[in-house]
């Protein structure tokens, strides 16, 4: 089993809608839990960045953790096309340090 | 500006050469890392630096030698490549270890 599960997709949503990713997890000593977006021919880049359970919002951004369920979710309000990427989960033990990565959802908002 | 920098963009080259990839970036962080990420799109760190001192090194093949000649610089040297060495790798920063971590844009690299 691996230590992150991501659903890959693909995931196509029409402009305007809600759209939540979500990732699991098998170990427990995660506290730190982060989203990076990945353009396509382009490296991650860093969307959220949260410690332990709890909401966090930034913009149309909305990062939740469930230590309890060992579940994350990233829920993005009135996509637009320019959210058409590839969102990665990550978390680590100590820090942002050592990352376990997810494999990606690759989405898509269709104008 | 780009703040994480990799050399070069693309690399194809034949089986059993040497080759490096260089990596600087203008941050001012004290942590550097190599990543590989395999054709299904699989992260997952290979090496970390931390003042010029390695701190993480995972199970990678010691055809794989990384280099920080400074805090600004980590570079990866890889000996007689292989076929499975195909990927994309991507270095990255943070100001510390336990600070998020900013990736540069990979360099790609084929092996014929």
């Known amino acids: 089993q691996k230590e992150v599960e991501q659903d890959p997709g693909p995931l196509s949503v029409p402009e305007g809608a809600i759209v939540s990713l979500n990732c699991t997890y098998s170990n427990s000593a995660f506290q730190y839990f982060m989203w990076y977006r990945q353009y396509s021919r382009k490296g991650p880049e860093l969307l959220m960045y949260?410690?332990?359970?709890g909401n966090k919002e930034d913009g149309r951004f909305t990062a939740q953790v469930d230590k309890s369920s060992k579940y994350i979710s990233l829920f993005i309000r009135d996509s637009q096309p320019s959210d058409s990427a590839t969102y990665l989960c990550a978390m680590s033990v100590t820090g942002a340090n050592n990352l376990f990565f997810g494999t990606g959802t690759r989405l898509t908002v269709i104008p | 500006d780009t703040a994480v920098s990799q050399t070069p963009k693309y690399l194809v080259t034949q089986m059993g050469n040497d080759k490096s990839i260089k990596c600087e970036q203008n941050?001012?962080?004290?942590?550097m890392y190599w990543y590989k990420q395999d054709s299904k799109k699989f992260l997952k760190i290979m090496f970390s630096?931390?003042?010029?001192?390695?701190?993480i090194n995972e199970t990678v093949p010691n055809r794989f030698s990384p280099k920080s000649p400074d805090k600004a610089h980590l570079n990866l040297h890889i000996n007689s490549l292989e076929l499975g060495d195909s990927a994309v790798y991507f270095c990255?920063?943070?100001?510390?270890?336990?600070?998020?971590?900013?990736f540069g844009d990979g360099t790609r690299l084929s092996i014929l």
């Open positions: 990255a920063s943070s100001q510390t270890p336990d600070q998020p971590q900013h």
């Open positions: 949260t410690y332990s359970s």
């Open positions: 630096y931390n003042n010029k001192e390695l701190i």
């Open positions: 941050l001012g962080h004290d942590t």
